[in-house]
């Protein structure tokens, strides 16, 4: 049996190493995974990765064009319409420069004052007229002005009358003609309303707008003693 194991080895021998240190490294060393390599993405990856924002950005954009679009269109719209009612292209804008020729003031149950250019109360009058008119006017009344009140305007409450040379404009929404005289009704019926009422070739006219306000007019009747 010695013999035969002898034989075995003889068999199964290996020849000797040149160098056993770094056969037996070789043999005994612990195995480690070999790294995972890492590749980088294509470029046209990167780029449909970073595309999303440019495009948010430019549907926003978009968004924006078409609400400014939608906006512009109704106002346009929105002036046309006004524009197109109330005759008057101007419809926006409240100042009133135009200044009266005659001022004819009713007051103290029947009494008549006319007022030229270089009477003393002209021109504070004239221009409270006009500061009245340039707070704009409000809306229209919707009522009459007949005979009957404008006969008790005249003889039984304070009014302010106002004749103009030529035909003048007050800007408003709503249609408002090209007066030549204006009755400002300062108390009795209407008063609180503020109106001034229109009228032309010696004629007024129903439904007179509403001011805003005609408390510089009344503030200045008042400082002349009027009422």
Same mark, same amino acid.
């Given at each position: 049996?010695?013999? @035969?194991?002898?034989n075995?080895?003889?068999?199964?021998?290996?020849?000797?190493?040149?160098?056993?240190?770094?056969?037996? !490294?070789? !043999?005994?060393?612990?195995?480690?995974?070999?790294?995972?390599?890492?590749?980088?993405? /294509?470029?046209?990856?990167?780029?449909?990765? !970073?595309? /999303?924002?440019?495009?948010?950005?430019r549907?926003?954009?978009? #968004?924006?064009?078409?609400? *400014? #679009?939608?906006?512009?269109?109704?106002?346009?719209?929105?002036?046309? =319409?006004? !524009?197109? @009612?109330?005759?008057?292209?101007?419809?926006?804008?409240?100042?009133?420069?135009?200044?009266?020729?005659?001022?004819?003031?009713?007051?103290?149950g029947?009494?008549? =004052?006319? $007022?030229?250019?270089? +009477?003393? +109360?002209f021109?504070? %009058? *004239?221009?409270?007229?006009?500061?009245?008119?340039?707070?704009?006017?409000?809306?229209?009344?919707?009522?009459?002005?007949? +005979?009957?009140?404008?006969? +008790?305007?005249?003889a039984?409450?304070? =009014?302010?009358?106002?004749?103009f040379?030529?035909?003048?404009? &007050?800007? *408003?929404?709503?249609?408002?003609?090209?007066? @030549?005289?204006? %009755?400002f009704?300062?108390?009795?019926?209407?008063?609180? %309303?503020? $109106?001034?009422?229109?009228?032309?070739?010696?004629?007024?006219?129903?439904?007179?707008?509403?001011?805003?306000t005609?408390? /510089?007019?009344?503030?200045?009747?008042r400082? &002349?003693?009027?009422?």
């Amino acid at each position: 049996m010695t013999q @035969t194991m002898s034989n075995n080895q003889k068999s199964i021998s290996l020849p000797p190493s040149a160098n056993p240190s770094a056969d037996y !490294a070789a !043999a005994f060393a612990p195995v480690r995974p070999l790294a995972q390599k890492q590749t980088m993405p /294509p470029r046209e990856q990167v780029q449909q990765h !970073a595309e /999303p924002e440019p495009v948010q950005a430019r549907d926003r954009t978009r #968004l924006f064009r078409m609400l *400014a #679009l939608i906006v512009g269109f109704v106002l346009l719209v929105s002036y046309g =319409t006004i !524009a197109f @009612t109330s005759e008057d292209l101007l419809w926006f804008i409240k100042r009133f420069d135009d200044k009266p020729v005659r001022i004819v003031v009713y007051h103290d149950g029947g009494k008549r =004052t006319n $007022l030229d250019p270089g +009477d003393p +109360d002209f021109e504070p %009058l *004239a221009r409270a007229i006009r500061s009245s008119l340039s707070e704009g006017l409000a809306r229209p009344s919707g009522i009459g002005f007949s +005979d009957a009140s404008l006969l +008790d305007a005249y003889a039984r409450y304070v =009014t302010v009358e106002a004749f103009f040379d030529r035909p003048v404009k &007050l800007h *408003a929404w709503f249609h408002t003609g090209e007066p @030549t005289l204006m %009755l400002f009704p300062i108390t009795g019926r209407h008063s609180e %309303l503020s $109106l001034v009422v229109l009228g032309r070739n010696g004629k007024y006219l129903a439904s007179p707008p509403v001011l805003n306000t005609v408390e /510089p007019l009344r503030e200045t009747l008042r400082e &002349l003693g009027y009422y």
